[in-house]
């Protein structure tokens, strides 16, 4: 039988178990990264795991997410990172340097080998050929210290793409269809990979644009083949030596297949709240808009600065919107600056905002009280942008330089014919914002800095015999990690700090939860479909955990998610029939009799409520998770293994 592209790298990187649709699999991991807001928990770990050096063949530590800095906290952040990496045999990448994911496609992905990073979107690398995935920072700092990564083998959906684009119409199209097709849960479970007659007529950072929202659809990863248009990006980058194709074979099997025929797409908008809530632009035309933001690890390369850079030319932003730009990396932006680009955005009233996440993780730009804002990004759940009663629509860049001239919703392709943008064939690369880490020898001399704002980790404890806890909150479907623990310039500052975070735990729900919590000394969160989508975030488990949650109880988990929860010693249950939601209410007594032995060895248990309800909790894990929730979380465990 013939295997699928990510079969073949899994294949070759396979430590653990067998590739069985569904089983647990562990895998070897050439490469990790992070970024500054996950980073410093995933070092901590690191640290506290006592590994010395890292055993990857490369790992980068990023500086990208926390560059507002309006305090002490996010300047000693990344100082502890570019020492603490510096020790330990690290990359990194200084601030100003770029987004991880724009920076990491450009200076280091490979096709054919694995990438584990502390960022949901790291499948971005997907783009290249490479089987990337976003995990939890306590699972990156393991495959840092050579340890396994364990995933679910995943089902293999295949997407045929024919056809071309046509003008105005673009990469973000062609993912918003996708998650029209299959929403933010169509991916859980499964590998989404790219193949048919159409690939070809996409370049590396359009295919990273569709592999990167493919988080959006829950899935593992996203990939596409490895060709000649990866070819000429590498070469473009100084890297045409890593190079190697890589295709499916004619008679892979995949568990379903989808088509999308690029020649008939037009420019799409996915409105509020949520990233599959898809319409087409010109339903949406002439709606007014207020703000306008372009850039983040899902538009902001080259090719899409350039876009809109033209589109731009010679005019003038609309007096009652405001334009962001922020490019991906310093790359882009020095290529902007020396193709007189930059100088057109300028002159057109565009906001020039520094190489980071910037707006896209709610650091700055928020919209005005109930104010429209296009965004070229890749979430628009409710309240990441700053503003509880905004309305963020995702879009391409065309879309939202064409609206942001006009001041209303616009579809481009009313506008004519697209301008030409032509792409260098050798980009301008400077890594001399990567610092290289201190050889062994000089390891030793190098000392870990730490500002007072980075607080110990929460520790997980053993399960007691008996779970007699409330049921402390519970909440509908399709609950991100962004209601769980926000971020935005408040928040993002105390991502080292978890007691402080923990004041703002799930308040974008319920404003009152945090001291309930603390009053009730913990208790269990009751939700929907798909709890925790969205980011890798482990501060949605962490914080939870000194909360005092014992339990998540839900119909349906994220992927990232719920590993966090068993890293950090949080039991995640299913629903076996998702009607009983209706019988649990918040301020429910909940009682497990058999809650140790259940998670020694059983795949269910009966919760009993106050009320006298019945109602069967089912708990999928694997022998290794047993013991990691037995132990009271992953670092428990890998230091009682070690002893
Ligand atoms: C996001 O886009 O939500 C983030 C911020 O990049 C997160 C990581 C984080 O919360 O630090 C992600 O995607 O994993
Ligand atoms: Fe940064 Fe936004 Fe990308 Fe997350 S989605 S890595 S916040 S640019």
């Known amino acids: ?111 054919g080998k694995t990438l584990i990073g502390s960022d949901s979107h790291t499948p971005t690398a997907g783009g290249i050929g490479m089987l990337a995935m976003g995990a939890g920072g306590l699972d990156v700092a393991v495959a840092m210290g050579g340890g396994t990564y364990y995933i679910t083998m995943p089902k293999m959906i295949k997407i045929n793409l024919t056809g071309a684009l046509r003008d105005f119409v673009s990469a973000k199209d062609v993912i918003l269809e996708i998650l029209r097709i299959l929403s933010v849960k169509g991916g859980v479970g499964a590998i989404v990979e790219y193949g048919g007659e159409g690939v070809k007529s996409l370049s590396v950072p359009e295919r990273a644009t569709i592999t990167n929202m493919g988080a959006e659809l829950g899935a593992t990863t996203s990939i ?84 809109v850079a033209a589109i731009l030319k010679g005019k003038t932003v609309h007096p009652d919107v405001s334009l962001s730009i922020s490019p991906g990396s310093k790359q882009v932006y020095t290529m902007l600056a020396e193709s007189g680009a930059l100088a057109d955005l300028i002159a057109a009233g565009a906001r020039i905002l520094e190489c980071a996440c910037g707006p896209c993780i709610g650091m700055g730009f928020s919209p005005g009280s109930a104010g429209v804002s296009l965004r070229t990004f890749n979430r628009n759940f409710l309240a990441r942008s700053g503003t509880k009663d905004a309305s963020v629509y995702l879009v391409s860049p065309e879309v939202a330089a064409a609206s942001a001239l006009a001041g209303v919703f616009t579809d481009p392709t009313e506008l004519g014919c697209a301008p030409k943008i032509s792409l ?47 049921i402390i909150l519970k909440v509908g479907d399709n609950i991100t990690t962004d209601h769980i623990m926000p971020a935005g310039t408040k928040i993002l500052p105390y991502r080292s700090n978890v007691p402080k975070l923990s004041e703002f735990c799930f308040t974008v729900c319920d404003p009152e939860f945090p001291e309930r919590a603390k009053r009730e000394g913990g208790g269990i969160i009751l939700g929907g479909t798909n709890y925790g989508q969205g980011s890798s975030r482990e501060h949605a488990a962490l914080v939870p955990l000194y909360l005092g949650i014992k339990a998540v109880i839900a119909k349906s988990f994220a992927r990232i998610h719920v590993a966090n929860l068993i890293n950090f ?33 059983s795949d269910s248990v009966v919760l009993k409520n106050g009320s006298g309800a019945e109602v069967k909790l089912n708990m999928t894990l694997t022998e290794r998770q047993r013991k990691i929730l037995l132990a009271g979380g992953l670092l428990n465990y890998t230091k009682n293994n070690e002893s």
């Not at 980073?39 to 560059?67: C, F, P, W």
């Not at 509020?272 to 087409?280: A, C, L, T």
């Not at 000089?442 to 997980?460: C, F, L, M, Q, T």
């Not at 629903?575 to 020694?600: H, Q, R, T, V």
């Open 424 to 470: 260098p064939k050798k980009f301008l690369v400077n890594d001399n914002l990567i610092e290289l880490p201190a050889t062994e020898e000089e390891a030793d001399s190098v000392v870990v800095e730490r500002g007072p704002n980075i607080k110990p980790i929460p520790k997980g404890e053993a399960p007691k015999e008996k779970l007699e806890s409330k």
């Open 569 to 601: 010693g949080i039991v995640p249950f299913t629903l076996d029939n998702p009607d009983d939601y209706e019988k649990l209410s918040e301020g429910d007594l909940a009682l497990i009799d058999n809650f140790k032995e259940a998670i020694e060895n």
């Open 224 to 307: 596409f083949p490895s060709d000649e248009v990866t070819r000429a990006f590498l070469e473009a980058e100084g890297r045409g030596d890593v190079y190697i194709p890589l295709s499916s074979d004619l008679d892979a099997k995949y568990d379903a297949e989808y088509t999308v025929n690029l020649d008939t797409l037009s420019p799409l908008a996915a409105c509020p709240h949520s990233p599959d809530n898809i319409k087409s632009v010109s339903e949406l035309r002439g709606m007014k808009i207020n703000q306008v933001c372009i850039g983040s690890c899902t538009n902001s390369s080259l090719r899409d600065l350039l876009t």
């Open 1 to 111: 039988m013939g295997y699928t592209i990510a079969e073949k790298i899994i294949k070759s990187h396979l430590v653990s178990g067998e590739m069985i649709r569904g089983e647990e699999i562990g895998l070897k991991i050439d490469q990790t990264l992070t970024q500054d807001a996950t980073g410093t928990m995933a070092y901590l770990q690191l640290e506290a795991m006592g590994t010395e050096r890292v055993k990857t063949e490369l790992s980068v530590a990023y500086i990208d997410h926390n560059t507002l800095q309006a305090g002490f906290e996010n300047a000693d952040d990344h100082r502890y990172i570019q020492t603490v990496a510096k020790k330990h045999g690290l990359r990194f990448s200084r601030p100003g340097n770029g987004i991880c994911h724009q920076v990491h496609l450009e200076r280091f992905a490979i096709p």
